[in-house]
């Protein structure tokens, strides 16, 4: 070793790590580059036998730094302790704004040469090899730049397709290529030129189209094991002969090919581009580290392909979950783990009455009502603590008007990456009408176990009486005992048959069988029905004349008519009169006051007949009258005037509920009006449909 020649080349960074060295150089020392590559210079083994010599290496490379060439003769020890005269030159590389980002170095053993190092001869031999290694060490710094540069690129942005545009304008300005061109191979089987950076002089070939791309199966085979290719002459390549007339029309003659390669769905590898440098202008010698660096990049951009399908996925998911969060049908919000609303979509906003700008200045616990707020928090907490992964809460929420909307609300935990809790992600479900539904059910079962209770109550009891024996010697007594329970009986029948009735219609399980029929012909149908109970009470029946016809169901019509006048006539005193009339009423004009009516369904008419008009029937009695504040309930189930009726009169407080239902389904709607001691009137309307 010690007889050798010693030469040193290297590359340092400005604060003198060695990035790069020659092989001599680590065969004079025994080190492989693993172990050097990094280290400072100045303490590499070369110099370890002087610390003077050290310091002025140190002091030497801070100098260059700042731009400045430096040459000086140092001493090298041999690791056998022979010492010999080493000439040390270091240089800057700059950047394009004139930065110094490297330190090339390079250094010879003056015996090497022989004793005159300052022969212009010897110089003159010594030259071209300084020079090449000098641009061999430049060009390699130079492609290190432009993968730090791509690299650097892609990680920075998600944009593909300035990506590759970046690249192939970098790689055909530091290869010094004619062309560099992206071409990607399609699932169709085709290929097309995607992006290309030329030389004016030649042809363009963007967006050419390849129909039948294909490669020779151990050509695809070698690509897709991300090998690249060095083609010196393209007329002469045995895996691509077909493409020799298309490379004579753009020029090339010699390439590089480097292939792009990703994972498939089947996880193996698929080639999904290839990225191509031309040389043009000459049979160019590509070296095989250009064929390194270009793999090099396409593996950068296969991560960034990769990369680019990620993003794109995640849009499209992010796409889709803010359409689910703007679109839903159900209130949903983001709230902060304080329950400030950050975000809420328009149904939230429409459920508790509040634009969005307003919501997003309060808070969840806004909403809440004071004596929940407790639970509200506990729940939280065990979402929060992990004690469970979602929480479903039924509560009360104050509308923006005051009033209160029974409510679900659902709600889930974000985390971060690290676990940590994010924001809240809340549905709000409005149950305000199921809990109305579910208020109405209790209270109809109430109503209903009340109602057959009592006659039951009175049957169970005279017939037990009966059973028993003690009037079997009065029979007076046993004969009313018969009578209450054969009249609490028929009580009983008709609650039932009303039941049924009314969960029929409100179910539609009863069909209405509609035709024409003359108005005045209803009315006194329900005249002869009547007739007898009205003579028992000593009221008179009027029926106003009239040429109207209706398109209905005649029986349901009828017991809705039998109905209100039953009811007029329980409710009016001897001698007076119950009136029965019928108007029409444009559908564009105003009805007689209807106060607060329900939504109507639509009508139902026969193909080629449509409701134009409406007419109004009306049953105005003399009777005691009703207050006010009853005549909305009165249509409501079990619903009496006041608690002693159903006792009085008998009724089931289920009839004008059916009344109500079956004029819903004619398509027409049903109110009254009254004065207490003064009487009532009880209208309802009937569409009037015309041919068309």
């Not at 296969?302 to 209130?331: K, P, W």
């Not at 009735?501 to 329900?526: F, N, P, T, Y």
Request: proline share 4%; hydrophobic share 40%.
């Amino acid at each position: 070793m010690a007889n050798q020649p010693f030469e040193l080349i290297g590359l340092l960074n400005v604060h003198g790590n060695i990035l790069e060295v020659n092989q001599v150089a680590l065969d004079a020392i025994g080190l492989e580059k693993t172990n050097i590559l990094g280290r400072l210079f100045w303490e590499a083994p070369w110099w370890t036998h002087s610390p003077d010599l050290q310091k002025q290496i140190q002091e030497s490379i801070a100098q260059v730094s700042l731009g400045q060439g430096i040459q000086q003769d140092v001493t090298y020890a041999s690791p056998s302790g022979i010492s010999s005269s080493f000439t040390l030159s270091m240089k800057p590389i700059h950047s394009e704004i004139g930065q110094v980002i490297y330190l090339v170095v390079e250094g010879y053993s003056n015996r090497t040469y022989g004793p005159r190092i300052n022969d212009p001869k010897l110089n003159q031999a010594i030259e071209p090899e300084l020079q090449s290694r000098t641009r061999h060490l430049e060009e390699q710094l130079a492609h290190k730049q432009l993968l730090a540069s791509i690299t650097q690129n892609i990680r920075q942005s998600l944009d593909f397709d300035e990506i590759l545009t970046t690249t192939v304008t970098e790689v055909r300005q530091v290869l010094q290529a004619d062309r560099a061109l992206i071409f990607h191979l399609t699932s169709e089987g085709s290929g097309i030129v995607i992006k290309e950076s030329v030389v004016p002089e030649y042809p363009v070939t963007l967006e050419m189209m390849f129909p039948d791309e294909c490669f020779p199966e151990e050509c695809y085979e070698h690509y897709c094991q991300g090998n690249p290719r060095i083609v010196l002459d393209v007329f002469k390549d045995e895996w691509a002969d077909c493409l020799a007339e298309f490379m004579e029309q753009v020029g090339v003659k010699t390439k590089i090919v480097a292939p792009i390669v990703q994972m498939g769905d089947n996880r193996l590898p698929r080639v999904w581009g290839l990225l191509i440098v031309h040389s043009c202008d000459y049979y160019r010698q590509w070296q095989p580290s250009d064929a390194e660096l270009l793999q090099d990049i396409s593996n950068q951009l296969a991560i960034a392909l990769t990369q680019a399908d990620l993003y794109s996925q995640l849009q499209t998911s992010e796409m889709h979950l803010r359409n689910a969060f703007d679109n839903g049908v159900n209130g949903m919000a983001m709230l902060t783990m304080s329950g400030q609303f950050m975000r809420v979509n328009p149904a939230l906003c429409q459920l508790l009455g509040y634009s969005k700008s307003e919501l997003l200045q309060i808070e969840i616990q806004d909403l809440i009502q004071p004596q929940e707020l407790d639970r509200h928090r506990n729940h939280i907490q065990d979402l929060i603590a992990d004690r469970t992964s979602t929480l479903q809460i039924e509560s009360e929420l104050r509308h923006k008007s005051g009033k209160t909307l029974w409510t679900i609300s659902s709600a889930s935990l974000v985390h971060d990456t690290q676990g940590e809790p994010l924001y809240f992600v809340v549905q709000v479900l409005d149950i305000s009408e199921r809990r109305a539904l579910e208020q109405m059910k209790n209270e109809f079962i109430s109503s209903v176990s009340h109602e057959l209770r009592t006659p039951l109550a009175s049957i169970h009891g005279s017939l037990g009486l009966l059973a028993s024996g003690v009037l079997d010697e009065q029979p007076e007594t046993s004969k009313q005992m018969l009578e209450i329970a054969a009249t609490e009986s028929e009580r009983l029948v008709r609650l039932v048959n009303d039941i049924l009735d009314l969960e029929r219609l409100e179910s539609h399980k009863i069909m209405l069988h509609q035709q024409w029929c003359s108005a005045l012909s209803l009315m006194q149908r329900v005249v002869e029905l009547l007739s007898i109970k009205a003579d028992n009470k000593d009221i008179r029946l009027f029926v106003t004349p009239t040429v109207h016809q209706v398109w209905v169901d005649e029986d349901r019509i009828i017991q809705v008519l039998v109905n209100l006048v039953s009811n007029a006539i329980k409710f009016s005193s001897p001698g007076s009169t119950i009136w029965m009339s019928v108007l029409t009423q444009n559908s564009e004009s105003s009805l007689p006051s209807q106060g607060n009516q329900q939504d109507i369904p639509q009508l139902s008419l026969e193909k080629g007949i449509s409701a134009t008009s409406q007419v109004i029937f009306q049953v105005k009695d003399q009777g005691k009258g009703i207050a006010a504040d009853k005549l909305e309930i009165i249509f409501d189930r079990f619903q009496q005037v006041n608690g002693s009726d159903s006792r009085e009169y008998g009724g089931t407080g289920l009839g004008l509920a059916i009344c109500r239902n079956i004029v819903h389904q004619h398509g027409g709607t049903i109110w009254a009006k009254s004065e207490l001691g003064l009487g009532s009137t009880f209208y309802f309307t009937l569409p009037v449909p015309e041919s068309s």
